[in-house]
């Protein structure tokens, strides 16, 4: 900040003494708004080294009047969000129906990291239950959840409790399931979304989501044998797929290995094939970003699948 203040001054010491000699009043005018544009610039580039970012600087951009300032504080505000006089600053914003949709959409996003937060949450849940919130908006706020859910078993039983009966549309359910990838070794969770593909009559993205967010618990007996019916007779090519690709998570298994080769000797399918082969080959990269996974970084930190939604 005290960086970003020395440059304006020393930016209007070079203007102000060219003002009454080179400039008219208009030209003088321009120059400033062209300069004040150059800080705007300055402190969007500095924002993406946030973990060098003090607090004290960081509350004051997230409460700047430039909205892309506060898209970009809210952004790259991760590193220091569990301190809760910034959390609660990005709470305000996602809160404040005054505020520009895709930075609220932002600040969803960034709340993630600290969902388990009792305030964070209780406010995340009742937007989701009781605010008549754009849905693109509740969608993040539904994935913003997964970290709650993944280790609150009140998040999980509030979550399955809107799949079942709290959301109607496609587009949301896809986001409750979504939110449930990391807890479906729950018996609780996994049930739920077994139930959709076995008796549901839920829409085809809804079914794949549940096949993605089931991915870590593929090993359960229940589970896999769900998994490896729809790889075997699914009727819809892109359910089966999936299905054939979450395979991948017990390539080790016997059955599910004899099965995969089998699919590559026999089917008349490429894309089948290919899939298979995919599945027994297991690229972790390919793995995580399908199914939307979290996992370790080199630096020890993890990444957070919501930032690829």
Known sequence: MYKKLSVWILLLAVVMPCASENFSQGEFVKQLKNLKSQMQDL?????PGSKYISTYDLKALLRDRD?????????????????????????AIYQDERERLDIRIEAARALSYVSGASRVLDKLTYAVRYKDYPASLKIMTYKALWNAAAFRSDTQKFLVWRLKYGEKTPEMKRAVIWSLFASSLNSRVYTA???????????KDVKIECIKSLYKTVG?????????????????????????FALSGVNGDSRVKRFLESLLKYSDDNEIKETALAALVG??????KFFHLSYKLEDG?????????
């Open 43 to 47: 402190s969007k580039s500095s924002l």
């Open 67 to 91: 909205p892309e300032v506060r898209k970009m504080a809210v952004k790259n505000s991760k590193t220091l969000i569990r301190n809760s006089s910034i959390y609660n600053l990005v709470l």
């Open 193 to 203: 979304l077994l139930d959709i593909l076995n008796y549901g009559k839920d829409a």
């Open 220 to 244: 359960n007996s229940k589970v896999k044998r769900v998994v490896l019916d729809i790889a075997r007779y699914g009727k819809d090519k892109e359910i089966r797929k999936t299905a054939i």
């Open 283 to 288: 690229d972790k990269f390919k793995i995580n």
């Open 301 to 309: 930190s993890f990444f957070n699948p919501i930032e690829n939604e």
